[in-house]
């Protein structure tokens, strides 16, 4: 299979655009003319080697890292040649969960879920409370949940916390960088399921980055492997497992891929 995205045009339901994307740091250069599109409504899987800069592309995407070359677009605009004012606007409109969840750890779970809806949305605290709450329930937590500290969380209510504050703002857009990491496999499965059932509720475009092949297959409508500095291959997970590509087959068709895979198919 050939599925460079070079041969995927932009089309008007493509919320992110990579264009020729350069990324360098001194002398390593992570990506080389990368291209990407993202679609309106898709759950899509990144994956690859240690090093391909899975993260780095997210971070690019979502504006905290500036690129050496070529464009991003999400909705249409380059957050960085934007003004301060119209670049807050648009990036309120997505949400990121981080690998470690990033919680403040001197405020509760409520107060970091309400925390940008105070600062971005300028609500009142008390406002911004309850509707933590609604987003505390969105994520599965129980209500007690929101007055402790993240100290006192499970790696799984830390990853649902997180969650809950990625979608505080109501985004359309979704950044997961790694979010079953560290999670038993009956939580990271409950996690996978939640992430499925919000796109579907709530209308998300998700942009997934993992390792974890059943969350790969029990989650997402395409997967993008990144290899060689740029995107190797994008589509339907059955077809990018099919990709004359060294570390494609070993990853995919090893014995764990096979496992997840088998598993996928007994829950269809």
């Not at 504050?165 to 996978?192: Q, Y």
């Amino acid at each position: 299979m050939n599925a460079s995205p070079a041969s995927l045009p932009p089309v008007a339901d493509d919320v992110i655009q990579v264009r020729g994307l350069v990324n360098r740091f001194g002398t390593q250069t992570v990506h080389e003319q990368l291209e990407l599109n993202v679609r309106r409504g898709e759950i899509i899987g990144i994956v690859g080697g240690s090093g391909t800069g899975k993260s780095v592309l997210l971070r690019t995407i979502v504006g905290l890292v500036r690129p050496t070359g070529g464009e991003v677009r999400v909705f249409g605009e380059d957050l960085l040649a934007l003004p301060a004012e119209r670049r807050s606007q648009v990036e309120r409109r997505f949400g990121v969960l981080f690998q470690s969840g990033a919680l403040f750890s001197s405020l509760t779970v409520a107060e970091n879920v309400a925390l940008p809806l105070v600062e971005h949305a300028r609500l009142p605290r008390t406002d911004a409370q309850r509707l933590a709450g609604v987003k505390l329930a969105l994520s599965g937590l129980p209500v007690d949940a929101g007055r402790k500290y993240p100290a006192q969380l499970s790696g799984g209510m830390i990853k649902r916390a997180a969650l809950a504050r990625a979608l505080a703002l109501d985004p359309e857009i979704l950044f997961l960088d790694e979010p079953t990491a560290g999670l038993d496999p009956i939580s990271a499965a409950a996690f996978d399921s939640l992430i499925v059932t919000l796109r579907d509720a709530l209308g998300l475009t998700v942009f997934l980055v993992t390792h974890d092949l059943d969350t790969l297959y029990s989650t997402c409508d395409r997967v993008a492997v990144l290899s060689q500095r740029r995107v190797l291959a994008v589509g339907p997970i059955d077809e990018v497992a099919r990709t004359d590509d060294a570390w494609v087959q070993a990853y995919f068709n090893g014995p764990r891929g096979r496992a997840a895979h088998g598993a996928a198919r007994q829950g269809d």
